[in-house]
Structure formats: structure tokens, C-alpha cells
């Protein structure tokens, strides 16, 4: 099927073509990406460096409340291609857009954790609500992580130095000690799953090294702003106010701020993967948002 993006190659498993699920853009890269039962689709973007598979819980989950479920591996993660261009948001979106095109998504939500809050951000900002019918930001990154005179709240390039010297030093001993500040497993009385940080490192391992290094800076560096303030559809801001990763009052308490139709939701005392540690809390909550 053939877009404005290139040529997107689909597959069909019910037609017996292959079991993986592909769209191939402009510039050959291969996106990977789940595409399970009928409705209004919802798609689910992943934060860095994981995959589609983090979302699984809420795929399953609409999936049964009679929706078609959509995640995508973004480039360089997963088991897209791992390209050592287009590592950055404007790109990150063009794919977006391509999967949009190829699958021929109407009245979409789309629905961003972490980074991929920023993915959904820059697509809509980029290419327009057209296909879209609402948004969910979830622990997302806009409207900027990075402190500046402009941003005086954000965090210092520092931090995001030490991510990248750590990513390129030892990314494997890396992504086993992130999960304990992204699930609040550092935390005081926290139940731990070891399965929830295993898998998390699994999916950091499948990616790029090159494409999550180069990441970082776009998902700390990259200003959101006015791709915010461009999105003319439904939006919820949903942020857990222990978050470790994305600290809520220079994200979320901006974003919601900034967005034409933005409603916010703040969860006492949950971390930045809430949506695998409170799928119980979370999916409800969607749910509710996207039939309203």
C-alpha cells in the first residue's frame, strides 16, 4: 500500500503471508508493529528503550473492551530496523505517519508513555489531528526535559550526559539498574516483580545501541511547545507525582497548560510505569477517557 511516506509493505497473517507485521518508509526502514482486532484503533507508543511489548497489559486489555490495538516498535528499538539515521522526533513522527497512512487509521487515540508522549506530540503537531480523535500523555516528556533560561525547571544536561556514558560504557548492567527508579522499586515498602525488570531489560537489550544512544538527546532536547498548543483534539495528561524519570512539574503541569482541550490527572505516590506496576488503576481510567 502506497503512501506520501513511501511504500508501506503490510502483512497479513490470516492471509498466511508471514507472521510479522511490517511497513517499509521512505527511506527503508522497516517498522514493526502489532495490529490486533477491529474498532476504533488505539495506538500505543513506547518510551525509551523499549518496544511494542510494553504495552501489552493495556492491549490485551482494550482488545477485550472491543477495540483494535495498535503499538509499534519505533525505529531502532525492538525489532524495527536499526537504522543509524532518522534517530530523532521529527522522523520518529514521519513513521507515525506512514503506519497512519498504510493502515488507514480514522478518529485514532493516541496513547504516549514517556517518550512516546513526545512521539505523539511532535505526530500531531506535525501532521495534523486528521486521523486522530483524541491523545493520552502518560508520564510524557514535553513540553522539554532538559533545563535552559527558557526552562529553568528542567534537568541539567548532565544528567542526560551520564544516560549516554553509561548507555555506551555498559548499556546491559545500564538498563538492569533503570527499572528500580522506573517502577519506584527504590522506594519504601514497594512490591518488587522481578518478570516487570527482567522484561524491561530484555526489550532495552533488543534495540540499537546507536539508535537508543542518539535518543536521549531527542527525547530530552526536543521542544514540544508549540506542537502542543497546535493539537485541537481531546487530550488527557496523565502523570504519577513520584515520578523519577519524567518529574511531573516540569511535564505535565506545563503540558496540560499548554494544550487547547487538555484535562490532567495526577496519581498520588505512583511512578513513571505506572501503567505496568497500576494496570488496575490505569486502564480504567483510559477506558473512561476514551468513551467519554
Known amino acids: 500500500m502506497e503512501s506520501d511516506f513511501g511504500d508501506a509493505i503490510t502483512s ?17 526502514t522497516e517498522i514493526f508493529y502489532k495490529d490486533w482486532g477491529t474498532g476504533q484503533p488505539i495506538v500505543f507508543h513506547h518510551g525509551w528503550p523499549l518496544s511494542a511489548d510494553d504495552w501489552d497489559n493495556q492491549m490485551l486489555f482494550f482488545l477485550r473492551q472491543g477495540y483494535r490495538v495498535i503499538a509499534h516498535d519505533r525505529r531502532g528499538h525492538g525489532r524495527s530496523t536499526q537504522m543509524a539515521t532518522g534517530n530523532e522526533m521529527d522522523t520518529y513522527a514521519d513513521d507515525v505517519a506512514a503506519m497512519a497512512a498504510a493502515l488507514d487509521l480514522q478518529n485514532a487515540v493516541h496513547v504516549g508513555h514517556s517518550t512516546g508522549g513526545g512521539e505523539v506530540a511532535r505526530y500531531l503537531g506535525r501532521h495534523g489531528t486528521a486521523r486522530a480523535e483524541k491523545a493520552v500523555l502518560i508520564g510524557a516528556v514535553p513540553p522539554v526535559m532538559v533545563k535552559s533560561d527558557k526552562n529553568p525547571g528542567g534537568l541539567p544536561i548532565e ?46 537489550m533488543m534495540g540499537s545501541l546507536q539508535s537508543q544512544y542518539e535518543c536521549i538527546k531527542a527525547f530530552s532536547e526536543t521542544d514540544f511547545t508549540e506542537d502542543l498548543k497546535k493539537i485541537d483534539i481531546p487530550v488527557l495528561v496523565m502523570h504519577g507525582d513520584d515520578d523519577q524519570i519524567v518529574p511531573i512539574a516540569d511535564s505535565a503541569l506545563l503540558s496540560s497548560k499548554l494544550l487547547k482541550n487538555g484535562t490532567l490527572k495526577v496519581y498520588k505516590g505512583l511512578p ?6 497500576h494496570p488496575d488503576v490505569i486502564n480504567p481510567d483510559l477506558l473512561g477517557f476514551i468513551r467519554g
Open 12 to 28: 497479513n497473517p490470516a492471509e498466511g503471508i508471514t507472521a510479522m507485521s511490517m511497513i517499509t518508509t521512505k527511506d527503508g
Open 159 to 204: 544528567v542526560f550526559d551520564d544516560f549516554r556514558a553509561q548507555v555506551a560504557a555498559n548499556r546491559a548492567q545500564f538498563y538492569k539498574d533503570v527499572p528500580a527508579p522506573f517502577y519506584g522499586y527504590n522506594r519504601g515498602g514497594a512490591k518488587v516483580s522481578e518478570g516487570l525488570k527482567d522484561n524491561w531489560w530484555r526489550q532495552g
Open 272 to 277: 513513571h510505569g505506572m501503567c505496568a506496576t
